[in-house]
């Protein structure tokens, strides 16, 4: 999500076997606008039933079908929402529904279509060489261009300038091949995007107005008219319109479809999206990985990985937290990472053969979530306590939903004024299978969460859950010193 050009993928098939002017016109080969491109690709996946990007979860009802109009409509397009919404993602997926290999003028430095030539370059190779003009293949990936607006962002960086190095090399002022172009004409025959466009300056937004209406670009010094074939789509966040700058009303107007673009629904599309992004070792995409060399096995429980997905779906509603700034899915993943790395520390220490987290290992998801929500205004120091509270809250959730007291009395009950239940990091897996034998009533939910005594660190885990779980619900006191608890019954 956060890279800035998005990874080269592997051709699947090999470019086609033209080298010259003259073999593509033989080929029947005929050029197409890049928007009907997209439209003839985005109707054939929309018809065999399958998605119009892949790899982004929780937009099928919302945002998907709201692309897949702007982009049959051939559309440029906007799409506005707070951080941590997948927009990035959603643009770099359109690069997609391109054809996989486009013909160049060889050497052309803004994608010239042979049969079309717009820069001098191009056109003299042509008119110099006709049929025995040099072609070579663009890959798709390559015809993508992505720009971070930021306010120091020139025109120049854009659009183009004067070279003065072919200026000093012995070329004339007036000569256009003394043009370097920009990031937008480089991407001629492509898709660019602006991420963040009302960080853009407003007097440089004013330069995109004729890629947008006009199809072409200017560069200053010379009576040079580029007629590019563009898509262009910007990311914005709507507090950004009176925040940090604007969008200029006349290029707004320009953008042919505004999609808005919202967080996860659920719980389970948020632990989804945690789960596909997140990097654990020995990651198989689910709740459990095989041991990487030297490493013990990861296994995360469904209840708490649950845990970790609540978390940021209550984040998004607490009344504490700038809900202006929102509440990124960047957070869900950097926590799911923490939890998972918590436990791995722990099975090191140990030398127990799985990773499997508990509600122990819940204590360090403070690190990775302080730098990723924005606070209301409050005391000094009670950061941490907030961010406690909400993890409470997560598990008092997910305990709420998945353990199942058949006689909730029973369970409270065996705790009986001497009897007490001892939990934490530094505690090996076969501590609580003992535990479960001296509390046979308390085994029955945790038996019934971690689905059997066939794998003790779930077992400890969900042991764990289900005591927080009894203490957070005001059955169970607790005793907590670093990262010991101590359970004991509340008589």
């Known amino acids: ?228 074939d563009i898509v262009l789509v910007a990311t914005a966040n709507p507090e950004d319109y009176t925040n940090r700058g604007r969008i200029i009303t006349p290029l707004k107007d320009r953008f042919g479809s505004q999609i808005r673009t919202h967080y996860p629904p659920d719980t389970e599309t948020e632990l989804a999206i945690a789960r596909q992004e997140a990097d654990l070792p020995g990651a198989t995409g689910g709740t459990a990985g095989p041991a990487e060399d030297g490493l013990p096995r990861v296994v995360v429980p469904d209840f708490m990985a649950e845990v970790v997905a609540e978390l940021s779906q209550l984040a998004r509603e607490s009344p504490h937290l700038n809900q202006r700034s929102g509440v990124s899915v960047r957070l869900t993943v950097a926590n799911y990472e923490t939890m998972v790395a918590s436990a791995l520390r722990r099975s090191l220490r140990t030398g127990e053969p799985d990773a499997v987290p508990r509600i122990s290992d819940l204590q360090a998801l403070v690190a990775s979530t302080q730098g990723k929500v924005e606070v209301e205004t409050l005391e000094e120091g009670r950061e941490d306590l907030l961010i406690g509270q909400l993890v409470s809250a997560a598990v008092v959730t997910v305990f709420r939903r998945r353990v199942r007291l058949a006689n909730p009395q029973a369970v409270v009950g065996a705790f009986t004024e001497d009897t007490v239940v001892h939990a934490g990091d530094d505690l090996p897996s076969g501590a609580y299978l003992d535990t479960l034998e001296r509390l046979p009533a308390l085994a029955e939910p945790v038996l019934a969460l971690a689905g059997g005594p066939e794998e003790p660190g779930v077992v400890a885990s969900a042991c764990e859950l289900v005591l927080e779980g009894l203490h957070l619900t005001k059955r169970l006191n607790k005793e907590a010193v670093g990262l010991r608890a101590t359970y004991r019954g509340r008589g």
């Open 1 to 228: 999500m956060s890279a800035q050009e998005p990874a080269t993928p592997t051709a699947s098939t090999p470019p086609p076997a033209v080298s010259t002017l003259g073999e593509l016109r033989a080929s029947g080969w005929r050029p197409v606008p890049v928007a009907a491109e997209l439209r003839r690709n985005a109707a054939a996946r929309i018809a065999a039933g399958q998605p119009l990007v892949s790899g982004v979860l929780g937009f099928e009802d919302s945002v998907l079908p709201q692309l897949e109009n702007a982009v049959l409509a051939g559309h440029d397009v906007i799409l506005l929402g707070e951080r941590g919404q997948a927009k990035t993602r959603l643009a770099r997926s359109l690069v997609d529904l391109l054809d996989e290999w486009l013909p160049v003028v060889a050497g052309s430095e803004i994608h010239d279509d042979p049969t079309n030539p717009i820069s001098r370059y191009a056109k003299d190779l042509v008119a110099e060489q006709g049929d025995d003009t040099p072609v070579v293949w663009v890959h798709r990936s390559d015809r993508y261009g992505e720009k971070l607006a930021t306010p120091d962002t020139s025109i120049a960086d854009l659009i183009g300038e004067v070279d003065p190095i072919r200026v000093a090399e012995g070329r004339y002022l007036s000569d256009e091949l003394t043009i370097h172009y920009g990031l937008v004409p480089r991407v001629n025959r492509g898709i660019f995007v602006v991420n963040e466009l009302p960080d853009l300056a407003e007097r440089i937004q004013v330069g995109l107005l004729n890629v947008l209406e006009e199809r072409d670009v200017q560069i200053r010094g010379h009576r040079v008219r580029l007629p590019l």
